[in-house]
């Protein structure tokens, strides 16, 4: 079911070059995440799994569910950090998950609007490459000697959450063990959207990254891949995984002649970008 899943937002993607994933349908309120409204400065990470996603992409931004805000609005100043991680939960308030410069996708100013229920959306400054295979983390560090009633919608989803917070430091995210401050792993995690797209190694005129040559073609088929090692994952029509081949680079040639003819979809994964193409065996 879940290569289903998968093959129809391929599809989809390569149609449309666009996807939304729609992540937790809790009607909890916290003011938690996507940082803590409450103090003045906030550090918290969340962890979204690879199986909820189902999808691999350009990542180019994240939409919160909004609950309740009060009657003015609040513009902070954020730093969002978006990584693909091998965990999926936190084990104690210690175990966090470091982050550098190099896994920034915003910085700057973000409002919540006042009196107001619905989805809030940040818009990337980069689109992040998500892997499809590894979890996604979302951390976002609040930075402004400032608190706010804001409620937002959460799931119920055990050590997916870790939250530092303080009304004294201003934390620092890239040296997180130093902090003496509260500190939570909890279940609040936040109900999300993740809006695919962006231009991070992907043609957007065409949908597909690399050109598939020839096409239709007979089972033999040729990539212009980047000079790194990427990984070659290729699905027939209903989701079923039909080939792989991985560290390969630069102008490469597959064989697939052995399966049926028809229309076949594909990713192309490398440390810097993932990808996405399609041709047709005949």
Same mark, same amino acid.
């Given at each position: ?29 916290? *003011? ?24 691999? !992409? ?33 084990? *104690? ?52 000697? *400032?608190?706010?009633?804001? +409620? ?14 303080? *009304? ?19 279940? +609040? ?15 957007? !005129? ?22 790194? /090692? ?29 399966? /049926? ?22």
């Amino acid at each position: 079911m879940k290569k289903l899943l998968l093959i129809a937002s391929l599809a989809m993607a390569l149609m449309a070059n666009a996807q939304t994933i729609t992540i937790g349908e809790g009607n909890g309120m916290t *003011d938690a995440v996507p940082y803590n409204t409450f103090y003045n400065y906030s550090f918290t990470e969340q962890i979204f799994l690879a199986s909820e996603i189902e999808y691999a !992409g350009n990542i180019k931004a994240v939409s919160f569910r909004l609950a309740y805000s009060y009657n003015t609005e609040y513009t902070s100043d954020i730093v969002v950090y978006l990584k693909n991680v091998s965990r999926s939960t936190f084990e *104690d308030t210690a175990d966090y998950e470091p982050v550098t410069e190099e896994d920034i996708v915003f910085s700057g100013p973000w409002t919540i609007p006042a009196d107001y229920d619905g989805w809030i959306t940040i818009e990337f400054d980069t689109p992040f490459a998500y892997n499809g295979t590894d979890n996604l983390l979302i951390a976002v560090d609040e930075n402004s000697e *400032d608190y706010a009633i804001r +409620y937002f919608r959460f799931t119920d989803t055990p050590n997916t959450v870790l939250s530092y917070c303080s *009304d004294i430091w201003n934390l620092n995210p890239y040296n997180l063990g130093s902090f003496v401050g509260p500190k939570e792993v909890s279940h +609040y995690r936040g109900n999300i959207k993740l809006v695919f797209g962006g231009n991070v190694g992907v043609d957007e !005129g065409s949908g597909n990254a690399h050109s598939v040559y020839p096409n239709p073609n007979h089972g033999q088929f040729s990539l212009n891949l980047p000079e790194e /090692d990427c990984e070659i994952v290729v699905y027939n029509a209903i989701g079923q995984q039909v080939y792989q081949q991985s560290n390969v680079k630069g102008k490469a040639t597959f064989s697939i002649e052995g399966l /049926d003819d028809g229309m076949y979809f594909g990713t192309v994964k490398s440390s810097s970008a993932v990808s996405t193409f399609k041709f047709v065996k005949e």
